[in-house]
């Protein structure tokens, strides 16, 4: 990588770099890209040759490559070139009571779930501190534009969140102290890296975890998940079992529901078992499409007869709504290698 972006240095990094300026000069930064999130030239409250110099030594990490908007403008999706070329996705999503964005960890991912459109991409590398709070710091002033504040950030874009331990969490502290956004409305995901879940586990932030399951038997989900051959559905139970215990708090279990493959009877009775026992919510994501899986999603009926078995075996489940289908911005779906346009209205 090239020298730091704007927001890969923290509160100290700043400070020595403003050390030949008044104490108070730290503050007005900090309150201009974080409380602010304005451009330096833009923080009006400290002096003009300042602010060039700012502008200079305090380059941005993410520079616009495309954009997709949902028809109803509900849903964002931003592709990023950094400065090395990479690129990577972002999708902002406006609910009725909330708005969350869902940023990317790395470029690419290196866990090759078959069905997801990232693992197929495979991986380039991990991304830096400022590579992901700007991601936050740029949906943020999108939502602006709508007078909505961003009130949850999920780690479940491009990328294994977990794989990039150090980064993740650092970006964990900055949104909750620089930014302002509680812990428990930061989720972090995972398709099972059981020593970052055990670090996790011990983590001083409540944050929420969320597993990606999506088989609970090793046979199918060695085909589905890879890294499972290496962490074991007995392995990863047990380490949620111990972050449940070390943290008390509750787990969410993803599973992107696949006709004719995790949508059976006793799909639903293994996983109930498992959610029963942890105390976990189980979300249910019918499959988005991707190029390279040719699997689609159930029909309607079978995904309700699926949540309504699990409910009968005591588990507690949702459906989640699909958000940015339409745009390839849903889950799954995020692969920076394709260009992305706004759908055609009708």
Partial sequence: MNSPTRYDLDRAALGAMLADQPSYRLDQLWSGLYEHRLEPVDISNLPTA?????????????????????????????????????????????????????????AGCAMA???????????????????IVEQVIRAQRRADERNRRISNVVFMGMGEPLANYDA????????????????????VSTVGVVPGIKRLATAPLPVK?????????N??????????????IEVLVDACR???????????FEWAL???????PSDAEELAEIAFDLHAHVNLIPLNPTPGFLAQGPPAARVAAFRDELA??????????????????????????????APTRR
């Fill in 50 to 106: 300042l602010r060039s110099r700012l502008t200079e030594e305090l380059p941005t990490a993410l520079e616009p490559a495309a954009e997709s908007t949902s028809e109803n403008g509900d849903t964002v999706k931003w592709l990023w070139t950094l400065a090395d070329g990479t690129q990577i996705e972002t999708v902002l999503m406006h609910y009725p009571d909330r708005s969350t964005v869902c940023i990317s960890t790395q």
């Fill in 113 to 131: 779930c078959g069905f997801c459109a990232t693992g197929q991409a495979g991986f380039e590398r991990h991304l830096t501190v400022g590579e």
């Fill in 168 to 187: 993740t969490w650092a970006t964990v502290e900055r949104l909750h102290g620089a930014f302002g956004l509680s812990a428990r409305h930061l989720t």
């Fill in 209 to 217: 975890l969320a597993v990606s399951l999506h088989a609970a038997n």
């Fill in 219 to 232: 046979t199918l989900r060695d085909e589905l998940v890879p890294l499972n051959k290496r962490y074991p």
């Fill in 242 to 252: 111990e972050y449940l215990e070390a943290s008390g708090r509750r787990i969410s």
């Fill in 258 to 264: 696949i006709d004719g493959v995790n949508d059976r």
């Fill in 312 to 341: 009968r075996r005591g588990a507690n489940v949702t459906v989640r709504r699909n958000r940015g289908t339409s745009i390839d911005a849903a889950c799954g779906q995020l692969r920076a290698n394709v260009a992305v346009a």
